[in-house]
């Protein structure tokens, strides 16, 4: 009975040690009498017992792995507290297995002293700036230095770049004054515009006005000369009229006896503006004057022979 639990503890170290379950994305590597043999992909793998082993087991999974903070110095002499974080995948198991006896401390200490020595070659403004830049330089350096280990970095992040107290504190105030500046640039624009703008209006307005003011000369000079001409006209035409009267029968007589009314009326305003009334000395010289006239109207009259 004992040699029998003997046996059976025997076949099950013996299958234990024989059949092998490699996980998804997992690499074993396998050494054959203390040397590489072979690397055993994912699934049911056979293991010669006590002649092979598996030596080493590796994730092919993406690995993220901090990078611990460190003081680095810029060019301008001024102290950052820097920390990232690395992200690196096994391509090669038998390298990651035999080509650093740790090389996830190696891709970590790497990865400070590359740090040190791209912000070393920056100045304190443009280490802000270019994040993308100092990532990229440390991405590039490590994964050549890495490709001996059986590794792959596929990409660097800084997390936080920190300067000194004193540094924040004046970046703060520059920050601060730029932005002061940048809104009595903004105030001093926008008084210049309204001035522009105020400038603009009065001329418009004066050109406005100017226009105004010499339409309305022009419509009034064309109303004065409109009127003019239909006085003209009117006069004109009551000439006529008064000629075509002077040359009809009897058109005389009626002349004669107007020019007469307004003789015996004139001499009637005059009694009336003078307390001395004016009676002719001669009466004849009424009928002198009436002759007269009617002489210098037959003279003036228009088509008369």
């Known amino acids: 009975m004992t040699i029998a639990i003997v046996l059976l503890i025997i076949a099950a170290i013996f299958i234990y040690q024989t059949f092998k379950i490699v ?8 050494e054959r009498l203390g040397k590489y043999d072979r690397t055993l992909t994912p699934g049911l793998k056979f293991v ?3 002649i092979e082993r598996v030596a080493y087991k590796h994730s092919l999974k993406e690995v993220p ?7 680095c110095i810029t060019k301008d002499n001024t102290q950052l507290q820097v920390d990232g974080i690395i992200y690196f995948q096994v391509t090669d198991p038998m ?11 190696a891709i970590t200490q790497l990865a400070q002293t590359l740090l040190r020595s791209v912000i070393g070659k920056m100045e304190l403004d443009k280490t802000f700036e270019e994040r993308d830049s100092i990532n990229a330089s440390v991405v590039n350096a490590l994964d050549e230095a890495a490709s ?24 703060q105030a520059q920050i601060t004054a730029e932005r002061e500046k940048r809104a009595l640039i903004a105030a001093s624009e926008g008084r210049k515009q309204e001035q522009i703008n105020i400038a603009t209006g009065e001329r418009e307005a004066f050109i406005a006005r100017s226009e105004g003011q010499r339409q309305a000369e022009i419509n009034n000079a064309q109303g004065e000369a409109a009127a003019i001409i239909a006085v003209a006209d009117a006069t004109a035409d009551a000439i006529r009229k008064v000629a075509e009267a002077i040359r009809s029968p009897g058109g005389e007589q009626a002349v004669q006896l107007k020019v007469a009314e307004k003789a015996v009326d004139a001499y009637a ?37």
Do not use: H
Not at 23 to 30: E, F, I, R
């Open 269 to 305: 305003q005059l009694a009336q503006k003078n307390n001395t009334m004016i009676v002719p000395g001669n009466m004849s010289e009424v009928s002198a004057l009436i002759g007269t006239a009617m002489a210098l109207m037959k003279n003036k009259t228009p088509g008369t022979q």
């Open 48 to 50: 010669v017992p006590f």
């Open 148 to 171: 001996n280990w059986g590794v792959k970095v596929l990409r660097y992040e800084i997390k936080d770049l920190t300067p000194p107290a004193e540094i924040l504190r004046s970046m």
């Open 95 to 105: 390298r990651a297995s035999y080509g650093s006896s740790n090389y996830v401390f």
């Open 23 to 30: 996980p998804q994305q997992n690499a074993w590597v396998v």
């Open 65 to 71: 792995l901090d990078v611990p903070s460190q003081v």
